[in-house]
Nanobody
């Protein structure tokens, strides 16, 4: 059974930092692209935004709004992907989801349950 379990969300003041973790089980982790998406309040997950992605070789991608503030990394020995978030803004408030996918596969495509990040003073 495949499981992706996110952790590390919470309430933080503007300018603060959080690190999200996503622990995977039931997959050959090293074969998967690992991504972080976020769903802002009031929006459907299908309209969620790709925040960051890291491929099997460790090459990262970031959406423009988080470049220079967020860092995605993976530890294949621990089957875990991380999202280090610095200089957080209220616009970063969302539910953050972890996704594991092999290429563009519709079969090998898994999501976690999400973790809430709230940036507010």
């Amino acid at each position: 059974q495949v499981q992706l379990v996110e952790s590390g969300g919470g309430l933080v003041q503007p300018g603060g930092s959080l690190t999200l973790s996503c622990a995977a089980s039931g997959i050959t982790f090293g074969s998967y692209y690992m991504s972080w998406y976020r769903q802002a309040p009031g929006k459907e997950r299908e309209l969620g935004e790709l925040v960051a992605r890291i491929d099997a070789s460790g090459t990262p991608y970031y959406t423009n709004s988080v470049k220079g503030r967020f860092t995605v990394s993976r530890d294949d020995a621990k089957n875990t992907v991380y999202l280090q978030m610095n200089s957080l803004k209220p616009d970063d408030t969302a539910v953050y989801y972890c996704r594991a996918r092999i290429g563009l596969s519709t079969v090998y495509d898994y999501w976690g349950q999400g973790t809430q990040v709230t940036v507010s003073s």
